[in-house]
């Protein structure tokens, strides 16, 4: 028997240090924000950590949905970087999926544009919207990241929930 799932938004930024928020899509209030390094060197270890780690936040907060920042690649990116992300990604929608959970993604500029208004805002930007919205002091730009996307998820549900009701 599976249990009733929360209006629960996780946000994840994956990176070699992982960022993740937690939100109550109904209040709209901040549950929970972290940054979690993963392992640097072992590739095998790095995906096992973060498939331990989301399943974890998954039994903890029992989500509804799942919001990812989608690859950004600037353009002096190392060949493996694809690669890595892209792995991060799968191990993620599995996790996601083995609950039934709908995944999201959010381009970097369309984050920045929710959060702040503008597409091309710097980190310092995001951050300073995020601590005087939330009252909390951001770990890290990861931890920052998985805040506004799971933000930006919610901001997104509203609008399509507003277009709907006209």
């Known amino acids: 028997m599976t249990k009733k799932k929360n209006d ?3 946000g994840l930024d994956l ?7 937690a939100f109550d899509g109904s209040s709209e209030k901040l ?9 640097r060197g072992d590739t095998q270890k790095r995906l096992l950590r973060l498939r331990e780690y989301l399943c974890e936040i998954f039994d903890r907060y029992n989500p509804s949905e799942i919001a990812i920042e989608d690859v950004f690649l600037p353009a002096r990116t190392s060949p493996r970087t694809p690669i890595a992300l892209g792995e991060l990604r799968g191990v993620a929608r599995l996790c ?26 710097s980190k310092q930007d995001v951050v300073h919207w995020i601590e005087n919205e939330f009252q909390i002091k ?3 730009d990861n931890a920052a990241d ?6 930006t998820h919610i901001m997104m549900r509203r609008f399509s929930l507003q277009n709907q009701q006209q």
């Open 96 to 121: 996601a999926a083995e609950r039934d959970l709908p995944v999201f993604f959010y381009p970097p500029r369309q984050v920045k544009m929710a959060i702040t208004g503008y597409g091309n805002a």
């Open 146 to 151: 998985a805040v506004s996307i799971a933000w």
């Open 31 to 39: 549950l929970f924000s972290e940054s979690v390094a993963l392992y």
């Open 8 to 10: 629960v938004v996780i």
């Open 138 to 140: 951001v770990k890290d």
């Open 15 to 21: 990176a070699q240090k992982l960022g993740i928020s």
